[in-house]
C-alpha cells in the first residue's frame, strides 16, 4: 500500500455497485468529501473497493477507448498481472499477484496463506519496509490517536469478501455494529476495507504488503476500527483501514462480563478491558471539548 498509493490515484471506473447481497461490488471515490491531515491528496479518482468478481467481469467486457479513465485503470490492473509472468522478477510488484501459482504451493482456492507460508508464498524479500510511506502512520500515543480518529465503531465481523483497493489485495469485511464508540459520519451499517496478508482465488496467489501484523480476519471476530487516515466514500458505510494501530482486537465476555481489548500495534498506553476502553475515550473527548469550551469564554 505504502510505496503503491502514487499508482492508485491515477485509477477510475464507473461507480457504486452492488451485488444481489448488497455487499459492495466496486467503490469509486470521486467525490469524496474527505477532510482532515490529508486533504487534497484523494482529489483525484481512487478505487476504494473492487471486488475480484467485478474485477474479472469488468476485464471480460472491457473495450478499449469506451472511456479514458476506464482504459487506465484496467490497463493498470493487466499491468500488475503481467508482473508475475515472469518468474526471475522477485520485485514487490511481481511478488504482489501470482497467477497460476496456487498449485505449487499446495494451496487450494478461498484459502488465505497461512501465517508460517506467507514470507516463502508472498516472497516477502521484496517487500522493503523501510519505504517512506505516503500517508503519515496515525499516532502510536492512544491519547493523540482519539484526539485525530475519525470515529470508532465496535463490530463483529459476519462476512469477508475478496478484492482490491486500488491494485492492492485487501478484505472487505462486513461489521455487525454493536457500538458507536466515537459519534461519526459512518453508517451504523459498516465495512472495513483492509489489506490481507495473502488469500488465493481461482488458483491465483494475491499478496499484500505485510503491514497488518499478520493479522487474518475471520467471521465472528469482535474488533474496534479507530481510522484516523481516511478517505472514505461519501455514504458513509465503507472504513479503510491502512494501519493496524487502527484496529483493536476485542473478546468475548468472561464470566465476569469483562471482554479483553488487545490492540494489533503493542502499545502500553491502550486500555486492556473494554469498559476501561470506553472510559478512556469519554474522558479524552470530554477534556476537547472542556479545551474548546475554554477557548470561547473571554478571561477575565
Known sequence: MRCLLPIVLALSSGSLASGNDEIPRRVLVDDSEYVGRHEGLFEDVYYLWLHVEELERERAEWRLGFDDAQDATLLAMETFAEFAQDEDDESFLAAL?????APA??????????????????RTASF?????????????????????????????VTRIEHGFSGPVPSLLLELDVEDTLIPSDYSPHAY???????????ETVFCSWPGMKGWLPTVGERLIAMPVTGPWEKDGEIIPIFDPVEIFLV????????????????RTSVPRTLLDFRRRLWDIHDGIGHEAADTRVPRQ
Open 97 to 101: 499477484i501470482q497467477p497460476g501459482a
Open 128 to 156: 522493503d519496509p523501510s519505504e517512506d510511506a505516503v500517508l503519515d502512520q496515525p499516532p502510536v500515543r492512544f491519547a493523540r490517536h482519539v484526539e485525530q480518529a475519525l470515529g470508532a465503531v465496535l463490530g463483529r
Open 251 to 266: 473478546g468475548e465476555p468472561d464470566s465476569a462480563g469483562v471482554s479483553a481489548v488487545t490492540p494489533l500495534l503493542e
Open 105 to 122: 504451493h499446495g494451496l487450494r482456492d478461498g484459502q488465505r496463506i497461512p501465517p508460517e507460508e506467507f514470507a516463502n508464498v508472498c
Open 192 to 202: 472495513l476495507v483492509v489489506a490481507t496478508s495473502g488469500y488465493v482465488h481461482q
